[in-house]
Structures are given as C-alpha cells and as structure tokens.
T-cell receptor
Framework: GAVVSQHPSWVICKSGTSVKIECRSL??????MFWYRQFPKQSLMLMAT?????????EQGVEKDKFLINHASLTLSTLTVTSAHPEDSSFYIC??????????FGAGTRLSVL | RKEVEQDPGPFNVPEGATVAFNCTYS??????FFWYRQDCRKEPKLLMSVYSSGNEDGRFTAQLNRASQYISLLIRDSKLSDSATYLCVVNSRPQHGSGYALNFGKGTSLLVTP
C-alpha cells in the first residue's frame, strides 16, 4: 500500500521552543495532506488540511499562528508547533492518500513539552 | 452531537469468540466509510472499507446501512492478535476546509484473552 513517512517519531522539548514535524508521501504525490492530533484516550481530531501551493485550512479552534503548516511540494508537508507549551503535548499524525479517499497515516509524532 | 459515534467498549472476549462493533454517523452526505485498527501508541491502519452491499475479508465482515446511517464490523474466531482499538471512520467534508477528510469515532477497545 501507499507509504507515508513522518519524522520525528518522538520529541521532548522545553516550553517556549518550536518543533517542526515532517510528513512525506514516499510513493505518490499528494496535493492534500491532513494533520491530526490525538490526546490520551481520545479520538483523532482533524487540525488542518494542508494544500500544496496554497494556504492551509484550519479547523475551528485551531490557532493558525501557533500551528504553522507548509506544503511546498507534492510530497512534503510540515507542521511547526510554535512556542510549544505543556498543553501542546500530544500525538500528532499526518495522513495522505493517492486518491484522497483512502488515507494512509504516518507513524505519528509524540510531542512532550516540559 | 459527535459526527461519528461508536460503542464505548471495552470488549473483553475469549479467543475464538465472535464480536460485533457498531457505529453511527450524523452526516447523511458522507461518502466513504472505513474501519481502521489502532494499536496502543501507534498510528491507525486501514482494516477495510465498508460498502453498502456488505463486504468480507477473511474473519472480518463489514456492513453499511445508509438509511439508518449505521456501520458494523463483525470479527469471527477472534485471535489474540486482534486485540486493539477499532476506529469507525467516515469520509466527510472538513468543517472549514476543501476536499474531504476523515472523521473518527472514539474507538472501541477489544481485548482477546486466552
């Protein structure tokens, strides 16, 4: 099946620092990628839709200035958590799909902000 | 009302048992339906798509009732390796985005015991 690579898998950082997460589609091009967040014992929640060559669209309640998304190529989207705080600690996952219907997920990034 | 709702679980069943999960969705315009499996601290992985005619993949059978907006998953002859969280997933238009993104139920936890 299609492969989506996400990096890093685990980040521990101090409060106030910025963290960049990369999501790559390895064997297909993706004009759209999705970023989700999952808190413990909760379901995945869509944060934003990353659109190649244009601005990302954010779900209600997600601060666009805090979660910067860049989708500069057809195979790479990045999510930067700016000035991270402990409440941003979560499991961040990206997804993409060759047809946009079935989605494949990256392995996720576990962010711990101290 | 949450867009996708599932049995809360957890389901504890002995090896060899048959277990059924249910799911309802609220958006009648939803296009595609899936069951994903998520192991602890891992990303979701596609288990199977769900079609109106019903579909089977080995020990797994999925059904969709569009009129009732209801989806089910049946697992026969449960194995220890089936222990995981099963996510009901509906492909709908994001609230503020373009294209489609996945909406997840909270998941139903299954534990198969020897």
């Amino acid at each position: 099946g299609a492969v989506v690579s996400q990096h890093p898998s685990w980040v521990i950082c101090k409060s106030g620092t910025s963290v960049k997460i990369e999501c790559r589609s390895l064997d297909f091009q993706a004009t759209t990628m999705f970023w989700y967040r999952q808190f413990p014992k909760q379901s995945l929640m869509l944060m934003a839709t990353s659109n190649e060559g244009s601005k990302a669209t954010y779900e209600q309640g997600v601060e666009k200035d805090k979660f910067l998304i860049n989708h500069a190529s057809l195979t790479l989207s990045t999510l930067t958590v700016t000035s991270a705080h402990p409440e941003d600690s979560s499991f961040y996952i990206c997804s993409a799909g060759p047809t946009g219907n079935i989605q494949y997920f990256g392995a996720g990034t576990r962010l711990s902000v101290l | 009302r949450k867009e996708v709702e599932q049995d809360p679980g957890p389901f504890n069943v002995p090896e060899g048992a048959t277990v059924a999960f249910n799911c309802t969705y609220s958006n009648s315009a939803s296009q595609s339906f899936f069951w994903y499996r998520q192991d602890c601290r891992k990303e979701p992985k596609l288990l199977m798509s769900v079609y109106s005619s019903g579909n089977e993949d080995g020990r797994f059978t999925a059904q969709l009732n569009r009129a009732s907006q209801y989806i089910s998953l049946l697992i026969r002859d449960s194995k220890l390796s089936d222990s995981a969280t099963y996510l009901c997933v509906v492909n709908s238009r994001p609230q503020h985005g373009s294209g489609y993104a996945l909406n997840f139920g909270k998941g139903t936890s299954l534990l198969v015991t020897p």
